[in-house]
């Protein structure tokens, strides 16, 4: 289902608040988040070595027993933390700022129940 | 627009379930708890069950202070305790072969030879009692610190099936070339089992004029080791190692790889130039022998192996291609992932870097540990 040119990609109840969750949208694989209440939309790789960003937030095995129990994360800025190896790219930016490298970042709105984004 | 939910567990190209991969550096993280009832020896255990603990770790710098948060870089991805651990963690990245080591590299930081002999027994018996049992090859791990009982531990453990492989430290500490070593030399080739050594924690630069103001990890991680690593792979090289045992073969475990062209070069140079003091390295003199049987090059292209993670390759796809030519890797590399460590490395550029064709993937991904370990 789509409303001008946002695609209807899943409903707010089955997107986890600080977990990553991938769609593909005409073949675009998006990495799709929900912190802090805002949504935000972003390519689902990394643009270190394409480390899928969906994994973010997904318990470590045996994560109860290491420092952070789960993979990757969220920073204020706001910025998804890379669950292989920890690069943060901005949610609003798409930008890593110490190498520069960038992914593409997507407009999110919520209609209703619907999360659409706008690829 | 057609959309889609995506949840696949596997995390690099889907292709790489194609291709058999083995992964030389693969972690297991088992507890103190569960080490500490393989122990034989009575005094040693009951020294390793105080509050002390088995491996009190020295102070040291940490990726942590290089991650805003502190994220912790020794378990990025998780602790792997038990063998269902490792095929869960394995199969994220389609590793179809983990060469798991019980993951100690503490231990050459351990002050007591008596307790770090035991707890290379325990952890070679938590092996053979624990993993291998589940399908899983290991590397036994050899405590070099005594090359005695090092040959000793090759000759209790060495033959046991699973076993592929002998795992110790290489560091500033001491020199493999060094021919107090040849008794756990002997014992390897006796049992046709390569050396892999993985760099220790013991041997990140502290209490070093040098080494105390190197406080970036980029220089601590990314330097450190390479440089003793090559030091390393020389000194087997220029002391004859190879000629005594020429069916020996070595790895080097996350001490960098792009360096084999510096050091291909450089060594040939100088050994031709200048080759008289080989007759006074102790080995070769008792050899009775004036020069290298051949090249040092060809020593490393023949002999020595290194592993690959962090890849990191050029931006550019012909600077790549001219690394790992210059590399030799088709002959010398061997894939690792160094799971669950923060310089992990999934093989994604085996499937998605054009510098590497399929033969040369196929090479670094399993056709050279196949050889080498006869797996």
């Known amino acids: 289902m789509s409303s001008n040119e946002y695609t209807k990609v899943t409903t707010v109840d089955d997107v986890e608040p600080e977990r990553g969750m991938s769609v593909t949208v005409d073949g675009i694989e998006i990495a799709l988040f929900k912190v802090d209440g805002e949504y935000h939309a972003i390519t689902n790789r990394c643009p270190h070595q394409n480390a899928p960003l969906d994994k973010v937030g997904e318990k470590k095995i045996n994560g109860e027993k290491c420092w952070n129990e789960r993979r990757g994360g969220f920073t204020d800025q706001p910025a998804v933390t890379c669950p292989w190896h920890l690069w943060e790219i901005g949610l609003e930016t798409g930008e890593h700022e110490t190498s520069g490298k960038r992914v593409s970042v997507f407009d999110v709105k919520v209609e209703g129940d619907d999360v659409l984004v706008k690829v | ?375």
Not at chain 2, 49 to 74: C, H, Q, V
Not at chain 2, 233 to 260: Q, Y
Not at chain 2, 345 to 364: E, G, H
């Open chain 2, 1 to 375: 627009m057609a959309t889609e939910q995506v949840d696949t567990d596997l995390e690099i190209p889907a292709e790489a379930r194609d291709v058999r991969i083995i992964d030389l550096d693969f972690h297991m993280n088992p507890t103190e708890d569960q080490l500490i009832g393989y122990v034989e020896d009575d005094a040693a255990r009951e020294k390793l069950s105080t509050e002390f603990g088995m491996l009190p770790r020295k102070a040291k710098s940490d990726a942590a202070y290089a991650i805003p948060g502190g994220n912790e870089g020794l378990f990025t991805q998780g602790k792997a305790e038990a063998a269902e651990d490792v095929k869960l963690a394995a199969d994220k990245f389609a590793i179809d072969e983990p060469i798991v080591n019980v993951g100690l590299n503490n231990t050459p930081t351990q002050h007591n030879p008596v307790l770090k002999n035991a707890i290379v027994q325990a952890a070679n018996d938590f092996a053979l009692d624990q993993v291998i049992p589940e399908d899983l090859y290991c590397l036994m791990m050899v405590p070099q610190w005594d090359p005695e009982h090092a040959a000793e531990e090759i000759r209790r453990v060495g033959d046991e099936d699973g076993f592929i492989g002998a795992y110790g430290w290489f560091g500033p500490f001491a020199l493999f070339g060094e021919t107090r070593f040849d008794p756990m030399f002997e014992a390897l080739v006796e049992h046709d089992l390569p050396l892999v050594l993985h760099g220790s924690l013991s041997m990140w630069p502290q209490n070093t004029p040098v080494g105390d103001n190197m406080l970036s990890w980029t220089e601590m991680l990314g330097l450190d080791w390479p440089v003793f690593a090559q030091v390393n792979v020389a000194n087997m090289i220029m002391s004859g190692l190879f000629d005594k045992f020429p069916s020996l073969n070595v790895i080097i475990e996350e001490g960098g790889h792009w360096w084999i062209p510096f050091l291909r070069y450089r060594l040939d140079e100088f050994y031709e130039m200048h080759p008289d003091d080989i007759i006074i390295q102790p080995r070769k003199h008792e050899m009775g022998e004036r020069r290298l049987g051949r090249k040092p090059s060809e020593y490393l292209r023949d002999n020595v192996y290194v592993t690959t993670q962090p890849m990191a390759p050029p931006e550019r796809t012909r600077d790549t291609k001219q690394m790992l030519e210059q590399s030799m890797a088709e002959d010398t590399f061997l894939y690792s992932s160094d799971w669950p460590h923060q310089t992990l490395d999934p093989a994604t550029w085996a499937f998605r870097n054009p510098a590497f064709d399929d033969d040369l993937s196929k090479a670094i991904l399993h056709e050279n540990a196949e050889d080498l370990f006869g797996i």
